[in-house]
Antibody
Framework: EVQLVESGGGLVQPGGSLKLSCAAS????????IHWVRQASGKGLEWVGH??????????AFAASVTGRFAISRDDSSNTAYLQMNSLKIEDTAVYFC??????????WGQGTLVTVSS | EIVLTQSPGTLSLSPGERATLSCRAS???????LAWYQQKPGQAPRLLIY???NRATGIPDRFSGSGSGTDFTLTISRLEPEDFAMYYC?????????FGQGTKVDIK
């Protein structure tokens, strides 16, 4: 069964840091790109960033709203991707989903992990 | 940046009726990079359609997608009770990746 499981969410103060994990199983993780997408309560979907596969040199890209503050990495040996979030702002409060992509399909989404930025 | 605009915002229909959802892009999008998702409250989105018209694994054939250029459509031929949900279109032809604001299909 294809599965993505996020963890690491929680409450953090403005200006703080948090690192999310995305554990994958049931597919060839090393061949997949991994995206992070977030959703504030009652709002739509916002792409955060992605990391490509080794074949694509582990290239990363980010939304303008998080560039310079967020980083994405991966460990293909443990089938896990990470989202490092620094200098967090109140507007970063959202449920964060990791999503796997192969070719044209974003074929699996995790259940999401809630990040709350508040003092 | 490619902006996706979905219409209508809310579609109120009865089970068994046909639903037609629109997604318009601010500039041309390759059909390869246009997808549709369904999301129910408290759940993650689920891929319905990829590359404009290809059903994802396990998606029933009452769901179909079409379009090209700047205009794309998701059609649900006969609404089942489980189809009442939020639907999003997505493009990943250009950076950044973008999603439409969503169309809510609710029970009339």
């Amino acid at each position: 069964e294809v599965q993505l499981v996020e963890s690491g969410g929680g409450l953090v103060q403005p200006g703080g840091s948090l690192k999310l994990s995305c554990a994958a199983s049931g597919f060839t993780f090393s061949d997949s790109g991994i995206h992070w997408v977030r959703q504030a309560s009652g709002k739509g979907l916002e792409w955060v960033g992605h990391i490509r596969s080794k074949t694509n040199n582990y290239a990363t890209a980010f939304a303008a709203s998080v560039t310079g503050r967020f980083a994405i990495s991966r460990d293909d040996s443990s089938n896990t991707a990470y989202l490092q979030m620094n200098s967090l702002k109140i507007e970063d409060t959202a449920v964060y989903f990791c999503v796997s992509q192969q070719f044209l399909e974003w074929f699996a989404w995790g259940q999401g992990t809630l990040v709350t930025v508040s003092s | 940046e490619i902006v996706l605009t979905q219409s209508p915002g809310t579609l109120s229909l009865s089970p068994g009726e046909r639903a037609t959802l629109s997604c318009r892009a601010s500039q041309s999008v390759s059909t390869s990079f246009l997808a549709w998702y369904q999301q129910k409250p408290g759940q993650a989105p689920r891929l319905l359609i990829y590359a404009t018209s290809n059903r994802a694994t396990g998606i029933p054939d009452r769901f179909s997608g079409s379009g090209s250029g700047t205009d794309f459509t998701l059609t649900i031929s006969r609404l089942e009770p489980e189809d009442f949900a939020m639907y999003y279109c997505q493009q990943f032809d250009g950076s950044p990746v973008g999603f439409g604001q969503g169309t809510k299909v609710d029970i009339k």
